[in-house]
């Protein structure tokens, strides 16, 4: 593992010390367990990512069927992603009739 893969960042520090904070945490949480937290999502999508690029038959192509189908086992993020998706073609819908 060489330093170039570690570099980080810091995609998501402002959002995930919010979320720690709407969770029971202090106004500015250590940046320790947000760097920590991060570290987790991070790896978590970079895991989702290739488990859906593996899934999908197509090279450099991965769809939201290939993410579903990844999901298939976790009821609950599978409803949140088809909530999201729900969500997505109304706004789509409502803004085709302004």
Do not use: W
Request: with cysteine; net charge positive; aromatic share 8%.
């Amino acid at each position: 593992v060489t330093n170039k893969q570690f570099q980080r960042h810091k995609l998501f520090t402002r959002e995930l010390s919010m979320l720690l904070y709407g969770f029971g945490d202090t106004m500015s949480p250590l940046p320790e367990s947000v760097d920590v937290l991060e570290d987790i999502l991070v790896d978590y999508v970079n895991n989702m990512c290739v488990q859906a690029a593996k899934v999908s038959g197509r090279k450099n192509k991965v769809t939201v069927e290939d993410f579903k189908f990844v999901l298939r086992k976790d009821p609950k993020k599978l409803a949140r992603v088809e909530e999201l998706l729900a969500m997505n073609k109304e706004i789509e819908v409502a803004r085709t009739m302004f």
